[in-house]
């Protein structure tokens, strides 16, 4: 039982009989541990919880409670308590219930001349707190409106890109996709209409995209979609496709009169000479709004020009 810790202490009964009615009413899992991770006192909580008893629990180890994938990580880290002495902390999932819970475990080595007899930790559930703070974080990163990434998460999206390519020289493509006369269409028919263009825009880029790509509202009517793993042709290519798909989309104004939506792409890859990737894809956009409208150019990584769509007659210089 606590004869462990009061050993180290010295310790008498009366505090033996104290400390175990703290331990009970605390709401949190306490153990006490030997130096070879065989359990010598638990409290009420996790008694019940595992159902088990003081003397069925006595001497057993973790790889008698949990998972190999969680007594593995509770006896390194006990491990590492018992050589360094020192206290350590790490949050574990433990299946209670049938539900995976995290849990805030803080070990700390119990000591005595020197040496150290066991371990003494609480774990604490902080699964709600990390599900607060998960939440928090995908507001933080999400548009309110479409769903999908925001321009905080795009610049935090590109970094990682931008060092997966220098590293490794892993492809990794862009789209900027910008809705053709967004403006008039608002005007016209109203925010509300215009919110639902938005909409299915982005509902018709996520119908045709991986799951791996990442889809960022990069302003108004402006939207980034990132395609690690994809090189200019196949980037170009699923361009051309979502420029058609969303060209079919049909919508019905307020008062009942259908109209169609278009968009102009730009594309562009991560090149050795470490330019600014959303400029060169802006830059091919730009020549997509002006010269070939609702169409899709991509700037060439091999000679640094904006390359016509299927509709021009020539090469276009950015």
Not at 28 to 47: E, P, S, T, W
Not at 75 to 93: A, L
Not at 109 to 135: C, H, W, Y
Not at 201 to 228: N, S
Request: one cysteine or more; charged letters at 25%.
């Amino acid at each position: 039982m606590l004869e462990l810790i009061l050993s180290a202490h010295q310790g008498s009964s009366e505090e033996l009989l104290g400390l175990s009615e703290v331990f009970d009413a605390v709401d949190a899992y306490i153990f006490i541990k030997d130096n070879k991770g065989k359990y010598q006192y638990v409290n009420r909580k996790v008694l019940d919880n595992f159902d088990v008893t003081m003397k069925g629990i006595k001497g057993k180890t973790d790889w008698h409670l949990f998972n190999f994938s969680v007594a593995k990580k509770m006896r390194i880290n006990d491990k590492k308590v018992i050589s360094t002495k020192k206290p350590t902390q790490q949050k574990i999932p433990f299946n209670i219930d049938n539900q995976e819970l995290y849990h805030l475990t803080v070990s700390s080595p119990i000591i005595k001349n020197g040496k150290v007899l066991g371990v003494i930790g609480f774990a604490v559930d902080v699964s709600k707190d990390m599900e607060e703070r998960q939440t928090l974080l995908e507001e933080a990163n999400t548009d309110g409106l479409t769903g999908c990434f925001n321009r905080r998460y795009l610049h935090l999206a590109l970094e990682q890109q931008k060092q997966n390519f220098a590293q490794s020289q892993t492809p990794s493509s862009l789209l900027i996709i910008d809705v053709d006369r967004f403006k008039p269409i608002n005007d016209k028919y109203g925010h509300s209409i215009g919110d639902r263009v938005l909409i299915d825009v982005v509902k018709v880029i996520k119908r045709f995209t991986r799951e791996e790509d990442m889809l960022c509202r990069y302003g108004g009517d402006e939207f980034v979609l990132l395609l690690p793993g994809s090189n200019i042709e196949q980037a170009y290519a699923l361009a051309g496709r979502l420029s058609e798909k969303i060209d079919k989309l049909t919508f019905k104004s307020s008062g009942g009169k259908s109209f169609n939506v278009s968009c102009s792409i730009g594309v562009a890859t991560h090149t050795v000479e470490d330019a600014n990737i959303i400029e060169l894809a802006d830059k091919a956009l730009y020549v997509s709004k002006k010269g070939c409208s609702e169409k899709v150019h991509m700037h060439c990584p091999e000679t640094q020009q904006i390359l016509h769509c299927h509709y021009c007659d020539a090469e276009v210089s950015a």
